[in-house]
């Protein structure tokens, strides 16, 4: 009897084990957990513009308030990034990414996000940052990401660098790919040209929507040569407003060029559109780009331009460059310009919350900037850099004009100077030091105070010490 039943046992764990194959998912886990601790002037855990008064868009992140000098602000914050990845075979996959954010002290026993760090904790704020299909098609050189996914563009993100539903089509042809795709960024939805704003009311779906159409070509000439070429069109089609229903059609190339020791990359992007208000605005911007870097003693150099232009009359932005912005939320930046690592002229891709920046949508600006990564020992490292920024043209996108009437008096904006130094604990973790100043230009100067008593505000500075751990 006991042979049998032995017989029998050993039958089902052979038939249950021919039969995993056919159901066993691969599961993949990665994250990230940061922790901040921050002393400011400006930085209050919010995000958006940073703003010489409080008389504008904003009433916190400011360099002056009722005529007093911002007060020096502390707080810790965190971030948790947990991704699941389940992989049934090597062509098909679901990824799923989440997010918890908290400042010390924030909330609890609450629902939303961004919250949760108060005594007693126990908050919901579990957010969803990703949940998209990726998968190919066998035998064939297709690719297909269906779902709410990251969308970077490429150019560096100074177009779109956000999370977006969307359906994305890559197809690699020998040494080169294409990648065709459609967004639904937003429906139904409130958003503003120039100093126009629409009011938002409930539509049928589709009827009032922004719609991003993608097709984005890279080729490799040779292993030292990339170029690529680009076509985004933003389809503004508010039936709610039409007076503000446009298209945006955006032309890009890029290349990068290796010349060992140096590497050399950048781009060029032209918008065209036009408006169906009444006075039919014709818009057109354009931005570039040159970055260069090379190896230099223990680290490496680096040097970057960029422009984006803008447009004298503040209220039309006709001949303004302009990325994507989300007009469904207070801070609208969802491009960015990280390759500058400015942490307070331009964002910064280690914030959390705390996201302000003097140049928090990219338009209007042009920039220089400089940088050192050393590598001191194996685990020890410093980064300095410089950033040298003004306006294109002098309206009011970066603040108010000056109290006592008149433009401003420059178009610079400021320079910042900013530095780190960190070590790796383990090679999963790495604690840093980092801090950054802004010597404000004439371009603030006597814009808070009195016409009678004209005053600049204060100049900007953080402090910040991180514990950063990948996995």
Not at 183 to 211: E, M
Not at 242 to 254: I, Q
Not at 290 to 311: C, D, I, M, Q, R
């Amino acid at each position: 009897m006991k042979k049998k039943v032995l017989a029998v046992s050993a039958a089902c764990a052979l038939t249950a084990a021919t039969a995993v194959p056919a159901l066993a998912l691969e599961n993949e886990f990665h994250g990230m957990f940061r922790v901040f601790g921050t002393i400011s002037n400006y930085n209050d855990g919010g995000s958006g513009q940073i703003l010489p008064t409080d008389t504008g868009a904003y009433s916190t992140g400011v360099l002056k308030y009722n005529g007093v000098d911002p007060k020096t602000k502390s707080f810790v914050e965190q971030r948790a990034r947990l991704m699941y990845i389940a992989k049934a075979n090597d062509d098909l996959k679901l990824v799923t990414h989440f997010e918890i954010d908290s400042r010390w002290g924030d909330t609890s026993y609450a629902n939303g996000r961004n919250g949760g760090g108060a005594v007693g904790a126990d908050t919901v704020n579990f957010e969803t940052k990703n949940v998209y299909l990726d998968f190919n098609i066998p035998s064939t050189p297709m690719n297909f990401k269906v779902g709410i996914q990251p969308i970077v563009d490429s150019y560096k993100g100074i177009f779109i660098n956000a999370d977006a539903a969307a359906a994305l089509a890559t197809a690699k042809l020998g040494d080169g790919s294409v990648l065709v795709g459609f967004s639904r960024l937003d429906d139904a939805d409130t958003f503003t040209l120039g100093s126009a704003t629409a009011t938002r009311v409930a539509s049928t779906p589709g009827k009032a929507k922004r719609d991003l159409y993608i097709v984005d070509g890279k080729y490799n000439i040779t292993k030292d040569v990339k170029v690529g070429a680009s076509y985004y069109l933003l389809n503004v089609d508010q039936t709610a407003a039409a007076a503000y229903d446009y298209m945006l059609h955006t032309v890009g190339v890029n290349a990068e060029v290796k010349l060992a020791p140096l590497t050399l990359d950048g781009f060029l992007l032209y918008q065209s559109g036009r408006s169906n208000g009444a006075d039919k605005i014709d818009l057109n911007g354009w931005a570039a780009n040159l970055t260069a870097k090379g190896k230099l003693g223990p680290g490496t150099l680096k040097a970057s331009f960029l422009y984006a232009s803008g447009e004298q009359n503040g209220t039309r932005d006709d001949s303004t460059y302009r990325g994507i912005t989300n007009e469904t939320s207070t801070a609208n930046g969802e491009h960015s310009f990280y390759e500058s690592d400015m942490m307070i002229m331009f964002r910064n891709k280690m914030n959390i919350t705390g996201d302000r920046a003097i140049v928090y949508n990219v338009k209007n600006v042009i920039g220089g900037f400089v940088g050192y990564n050393a590598n001191i020992t194996p685990k020890a490292f410093a980064n300095v850099n410089a950033g040298f920024v003004a306006t294109d043209k002098s309206n009011d996108d970066f603040g108010t004009g000056r109290v006592n009437g008149g433009g401003h008096k420059s178009n610079y904006l400021g320079t910042e100077i900013n530095g780190e130094v960190g070590y790796k604990v383990f090679d999963n973790l790495t604690a840093s030091l980092q801090g950054a100043y802004v010597f404000l230009g004439d371009y603030y100067k006597d814009t808070v105070g009195t016409a009678a008593n004209p005053d600049d505000p204060r100049n900007p500075y953080v402090g910040r010490i991180m514990l950063n751990y990948a996995f």
